[in-house]
Structure formats: structure tokens, C-alpha cells
């Protein structure tokens, strides 16, 4: 992602949190709220794209602050530390996932809901790819002690939703009864969580193709595989 082409992006994040109605935890100072939209945009569109390709780790502070035309100082006095600037990135694809779901009709047919958001990931991983990146960064192991951060906040939305839609459907007789609501709304979330990033990441990219038995330069029809996924889901949960 260009900085270019990452300004509007990081307009509609900033937009996105003034809609939510709550307040996000905060990883910036009271300083980076003042600086003026330019500045704060250039630094997050050369962090995202800096943690996206190179990871955390390999993440340099200093050529941060040099691609984004600020000194040290001013960028330490924006974020104190690297994991800080880090952990705000991945709250910006929070933010922006909390924007793309609120349009989901937890009433509709529990199936129709579920294939929606299929889409959602595959539409949020197509144009969000570097923030898929930074947020497969952020889950690993290595990084634990930065994720512990974040509380559970990246998950609690998508589980909220679940359980929500897996309740309604049970009591509307689409789902069976006996089925255990957190168990269907974990294998269900990571069915979509994998498909979401085979669209990022070459590793899973590569293994969804495997998985396939997809030869080389075979194209992936997107549309049978969805079909599929919420066939398999019906299979596994419907009532009938």
C-alpha cells in the first residue's frame, strides 16, 4: 500500500472510530491527536506497511520515522514505545472489522447470516491485505506478550456476534438443540478465520490450494468454495 493510496484509508478508520459510540483503548498520546491529519496519516501508512512486510521484529523505529519525514523524538512523543505504535495498527483493523459487521441481520436465516460473513472476510481481507498481515503477526506466539494487550478485544467481537445469531437460530428451529453454542461459533469463526487468510498470506494461500488439490495456475473458484463452506456448516448444525 502506497501512502498515497493508504490516506483515505486511514481517514475512514478515523471516521469509523468517531461512529462507534465507544471509545477504543488508546496506544497513542494525547500529543498524536494534536498533530495535524497529514503527519498522523503518513506515520500510520508507513508503519502499517513496515509491520506488514517485515513483521514486528523486523520493524525498525528509526526508518519509521524517517519514511514518515519526522524525527525520533516527535514519533516517540506520538507512541512511547514500538509495541504501542504496533498494538494501534492492529486496533485500526479492529475498528474497521467492528464497521463491516454492523450491517449483519443477526434475524435472518441463521445460514444466510453465516454465508454473509464469508463474504465480509474475504471483502475485508481483499482490501485490507497488510492489516490481515499485521493481525497474523500479532496472533503468533512470539508476540503473546503484545497480544495480552489487547484483553481479547480482537475476538470478543466476532463471539458476541456467534453467539447472538447461534442463539436465535437454535430458538427459531434452524439449528439443532443439542449442539454446544461456543463450540459451533469457534469451528465456525475458524473456518472463515483460514479462507480469510489464504486471501493474505502466501503460506495459507498455498495451503487452501493444496487442500483443493489445485494444480498450478488453476484458478480457485471463489464462489463454489463459499458454497461449500456454508453447505458444510448446514451439514454439520442444521436442524434437518
Known sequence: MTLASSRPYHRSVMNANDRSGQRPRRFHTDTFEKAE?????ALLAVALESFA???????????????AGI???????YFTSKE?????????????????LKDVDLDAPFFETYEALVRKA????????ELNLVYLDATTQGLRHLSSRLSGRLESVTAEL???????????????????????AFCLDNIILLFQFSFASDYHR????????LEPGET??????????????RRALGAT
Open 84 to 100: 504501542d505504535l504496533f498494538l494501534h495498527v492492529v486496533e485500526m483493523g479492529h475498528d474497521l472489522l467492528v464497521e463491516a
Open 71 to 77: 524525527s525520533i523524538g516527535a514519533l516517540y512523543s
Open 37 to 41: 491529519a497529514p503527519r498522523r496519516e
Open 206 to 213: 498455498d495451503r487452501l490450494r493444496i487442500f483443493l488439490g
Open 122 to 129: 474475504r471483502d475485508y481481507a481483499r482490501s485490507n491485505p
Open 162 to 184: 456467534y453467539r447472538k445469531a447461534i442463539d436465535a437460530a437454535i430458538a427459531r428451529g434452524e439449528l439443532r438443540a443439542n449442539i454446544d453454542p461456543g463450540a459451533a
Open 220 to 233: 480457485l473458484d471463489e464462489e463454489s468454495l463459499i458454497a461449500a463452506i456454508v453447505e458444510f456448516a
Open 53 to 67: 512486510s517485515k513483521g514486528f521484529n523486523g520493524t525498525s523505529v528509526n526508518e519509521l520515522a524517517r519514511k
